[in-house]
């Protein structure tokens, strides 16, 4: 299976920072097959990003996709006090898909 | 508005056996692959398992394969997940969630999901 391995483990930032999160894959995923979720406590994940650089039907534009091969990048560009929170990205072109461990935004 | 509700957790001995089900609407549940995601407490996710609209397409992860069983009736706009010799590991909360897009694979991303089932096994 592809093993992806998420950095930093925890970010730590202030309103307004920028955010940059890692997603390295074991092996190369096609960019069509990458996928980052936010998820809040007791709540259910989000899709913010699929296909690497596609945002989800309403997600506000701070936040963009990027990478290939085996990097991939999520960015939010200013954040906002509801950004902090667990990602994690998700690989869908091998089954079985996998996710990463997760980033966690906390606020500094 | 796309909802998708769970049910069918709760307690149970290792080696005993359970069904989830997962009920749909909002959607054309017949157009697009669902999955089943878990997330044991404090814990990342991890997908357990995933079926075709048509049920010709279905994955498991490796730690389920060959004890859970995936199913889904179009007609009930439902999806089951049968876990079967149950072992303290698969504890977790069990969502379900859909397909960001259709097509005769189930390999995709989830654009929407449940509040999740919690499933505990320990004697």
């Known amino acids: 299976e592809i093993v992806l391995t998420q950095s930093p483990g925890t970010l730590s930032l202030s309103p307004g920072d920028r955010a940059t999160l890692s997603c390295r894959a074991s092996?190369?995923?096609?960019?069509?097959?990458l996928a980052w979720y936010q998820q809040k406590p007791g709540q259910a994940p989000r899709l913010l990003i699929y296909?690497?650089?596609s945002r989800a039907t309403g997600l506000p534009d701070r936040f963009s996709g990027s990478g290939s091969g085996t990097d991939f990048t999520l960015t939010i560009s200013r954040l906002e006090p509801e950004d902090f929170a667990v990602y994690y990205c998700?690989?869908?072109?091998?089954?079985?898909?996998?996710f990463g461990q997760g980033t966690k935004v906390e606020v500094k | 508005e796309v909802q998708l509700v769970e049910s069918g957790g709760g307690l149970v001995q290792p080696g005993r056996s359970l069904r989830l089900s997962c009920t749909a609407s909002g959607f054309r549940f017949d157009y697009y692959a669902m999955h089943w995601v878990r997330q044991a407490p404090g814990k990342g996710l991890e997908w357990v398992s995933g079926?075709?609209?048509?049920?010709?397409?279905?994955g498991y992860g490796d730690s389920v394969k060959g004890r859970f069983i995936v199913s889904r009736d179009n007609a009930k706009n439902s999806l089951y997940l049968q876990m079967n010799s149950l072992r303290a590991e698969d504890t977790a909360l069990y969502y379900c969630a859909k397909s960001h897009r259709g097509g005769s694979d189930y390999l995709r991303a989830f654009d929407y999901w449940g509040q999740g089932t919690l499933v505990t096994v320990s004697s």
């Open positions: 296909g690497t650089f």
């Open positions: 998700h690989q869908y072109e091998i089954s079985p898909g996998t």
């Open positions: 079926i075709s609209w048509n049920s010709d397409s279905i």
């Open positions: 092996q190369s995923v096609s960019s069509p097959y």
